[in-house]
């Protein structure tokens, strides 16, 4: 977001409210629980940030860990009000051909809570888990979210590492690199030349490199494909 | 191979059991919760759903120490266990629905289809015999007949959405009929209470 839209008024409309004063927040489930939630999250010594959708508003809220994404927030149902915990376990894989088997497997391991492949682009493996709110009391919460996250920790990134997925913190890195790699081909070289090129280098005019030269003999058949025998398979007796 | 970005390298230097760095944190909750409230037996949730009029209910396992419950309904048996798993006492439910999928290859897209429609539970694949199950978990700790009725019935409807779109679309028997070519089969009826015999005359 922008400093001029955080100076004019809050993302979803309508105007920041006075000094002191409560910010009502949009969310497609209002009501108490969210004070409820957050007042669970700070008291387990959690850090996290309140995830706010451009059009929707409040929609949980996401917790800093190190190794996965975690989203938790309240869903209002047909059946009531739930409890959701998501966790996106790696965004984007190198191995994307194997994410269904990886998933179907995941989830025959899984003893609670379900995992989940978004084709993408970028591919996601999520897992999920929700339980209706009444279930989950002040006492329960604590053990309830470490009982879902030992779960994912048992099974969930065993599906990671079958796909080979990217984590979602290493998305700048892949960004940066696929960025190294447009200013490569824009330039005209191959992204193999410039592999370290920082960045924020910029590409170097057309003007500055010299003419192509026109390609020698010499050249020109070290360009060729080089073309061997083809052995012939050994006779079978 | 080595990974290309570090976090990757750190999931898989440790064969894909990397940690959450709140868990540590965590361990003294999880391994001693405190005092949570006791959750009902198997005797109390059966008494429920036979109360609520759930079809064919009939214990699971050994009749002196039963594992769970079962409902027989005209598509599908859906089974109720209680287990402990990290520390807290889980409602389980479980229904396999589709048997013998012929689509072999399709199963698994349509599988992971259906996942990311379901609202509560998980389908997956099982093998030998294959056939695709579903399973939701619930913490057990404060369940009552309101909330255990509302979980079953919730259960029950996506269960019977998903699993007749996946056994048309994997061109599967249904699990119950390859149970009653077994010889496993719904309890029987009660007999209804035979009326009195009218003697006088009208």
């Known amino acids: 977001m922008i400093a001029s839209e955080l100076l004019t008024g809050p993302p979803w409309g309508g105007q920041w409210p006075a000094d002191g004063q409560v910010l009502e927040v949009p969310t497609p489930a209002p009501g108490p629980h969210w004070r409820v939630l957050r007042t669970r999250l700070e008291r387990m010594g959690l850090e996290f940030d309140p995830n706010l ?55 025959r391991d899984l003893r609670l809570g379900q995992m989940l492949f978004y084709p993408g682009p970028p591919a996601e493996l999520t897992f999920y888990a929700t339980a209706p709110w ?104 | 191979m080595a990974a290309p970005f570090p976090c990757q390298e750190a999931v898989l230097s440790c064969g894909g059991s990397a940690r959450f760095a709140v868990l540590g944190e965590m361990e003294q909750t999880i391994d001693s919760p405190g005092n949570l409230p006791t959750a009902p037996d198997l005797q109390q949730l059966r008494a429920w759903l036979d109360a609520a009029g759930v079809p064919a209910v009939q214990w699971l396992g050994p009749a002196e120490q039963p594992s769970g419950v079962g409902a027989w309904y005209p598509t599908h048996l859906q089974t109720l266990e209680l287990r402990t798993l990290h520390g807290l006492r889980w409602l389980v439910l479980q229904s396999t629905f589709c048997a013998k999928p012929r689509r072999g290859v399709a199963v698994q897209p349509l599988l992971a289809h259906a996942n990311l429609q379901m609202e509560a539970g998980r389908w997956y694949r099982l093998l030998k015999p294959t056939r695709l199950a579903c399973s939701y978990e619930v913490p057990a700790h404060l369940i009552d007949v309101t909330q255990l009725l509302e979980v079953w019935e919730r259960f029950r409807r996506e269960v019977v959405q998903h699993g007749i779109e996946l056994t048309l679309r994997t061109r599967s028997e249904r699990w119950i009929d390859a149970l009653a070519a077994k010889g496993v089969r719904p309890p029987p009826k009660a007999r209804a209470k035979r009326r009195p015999v009218r003697t006088e005359v009208l």
């Not at chain 1, 191995?95 to 269904?100: I, K, N, Q, W, Y």
């Not at chain 1, 990671?160 to 979602?168: C, F, K």
Request: aromatic share 4%; with cysteine; charged share 25%.
């Open chain 1, 53 to 107: 959708h451009d059009e929707l508003g409040l929609v949980g809220y996401t917790l800093r860990l190190r190794n996965a994404q975690l989203g938790i927030g309240a869903v209002q149902r047909p059946s009531g009000l739930h409890l959701a915990l998501t966790a996106v376990l790696c965004r984007g894989m190198e191995r994307e051909g194997l994410a269904v088997a990886a998933l179907d497997r995941a989830n």
């Open chain 1, 134 to 237: 009444a279930l989950v009391d002040d006492d329960l919460f604590a053990p309830y979210l470490a009982a879902v996250l030992r779960e994912v920790e048992d099974v969930g990134f065993a599906a990671v590492t079958l796909v080979r997925g990217v984590h979602p913190s290493d998305i700048p890195e892949l960004w940066q690199q696929l960025e190294n790699v447009l200013q490569g081909l824009m330039a005209g070289q191959s992204p193999e030349d410039s592999p370290d090129s920082p960045p924020g280098s910029e590409p170097s005019e057309p003007g500055d490199r010299p003419p192509p030269a026109e390609p020698s003999a010499a050249t020109r058949s070290e360009h060729k494909p080089v073309r061997t025998k083809r052995k012939s398979k050994p006779p079978t007796h």
